[in-house]
């Protein structure tokens, strides 16, 4: 069993978002959400960072340092990939498939 925290789009409570940037979202096939996609967090050089598998309801979560992140899912239905630029805070990203 992976000791990986269930992915959900609450914040767990005492989140710190002062000195770190939180990047969540679903991943998306159209309108609908893909659970058990790979999703990969890759810094402003390309380089990966760190991975999770979207919950069933397709959401997922990282904590990251402010800068460059793109956020790119792989998945049966597809793959996609979303790009943004954080300070410290709570972004939302969703993944779009194609």
């Given at each position: ?7 959900t789009l ?37 380089e ?51």
């Open positions: 069993m992976c000791g990986a925290p269930e992915q609450d914040l767990p409570p005492g989140t710190n978002t002062v000195d770190q940037a939180v990047l969540q979202g679903k991943v998306l096939h159209g309108a609908d959400p893909v659970g058990g996609a790979f999703v990969r967090l890759l810094d402003g050089t390309g990966f960072t760190a991975e999770v598998v979207s919950s069933p309801a397709g959401d997922f979560r990282f904590y990251a340092a402010p800068g460059s992140w793109t956020v790119r899912a792989l998945s049966r239905s597809g793959n996609g990939q979303a790009s943004v630029t954080t300070a410290t805070g709570v972004y939302s990203v969703d993944v779009v498939l194609d």
